[in-house]
């Protein structure tokens, strides 16, 4: 288990819902996804990359709905960058991105 945390940390990041509009894998990356996620009217949308290439085949998140961090900083990652981070589940053999009900409208907080 990681250091405990205060609530007042945790509560600094914005988590979201996005529905994956697009994804592909990158020709310059054996690990990443790039997607184009929505996060409704008042985020818009954004470009997210996530190591989940191994775990998933990207044509399956297309039209899904998951949790996503919208408020961190934007990291370069390759020749990308990702303006946000997909929250997934596992260890080292599998990791599965937290997928959410479809009746949730993009855009939606996580609490």
Known sequence: ??????????????????????????????KLIEMKVDFGQETGSRTILAGLRKFVNFSDLIGNKYVFIVNLAER??????????????????????????????EGSPIK
């Open 1 to 30: 288990m990681k250091s405990i945390v205060e609530y007042g940390d945790f509560e600094k990041l914005d988590l979201r819902v996005g529905k994956v509009l697009a994804a592909s894998e990158p020709e310059w990356s054996n």
């Open 76 to 105: 370069k990652l390759g020749q990308g960058i990702s303006q946000g981070m997909m929250l997934a589940a596992g260890g080292d053999l599998v990791h599965l991105p937290l997928r959410v009900d479809d009746s949730i409208a």
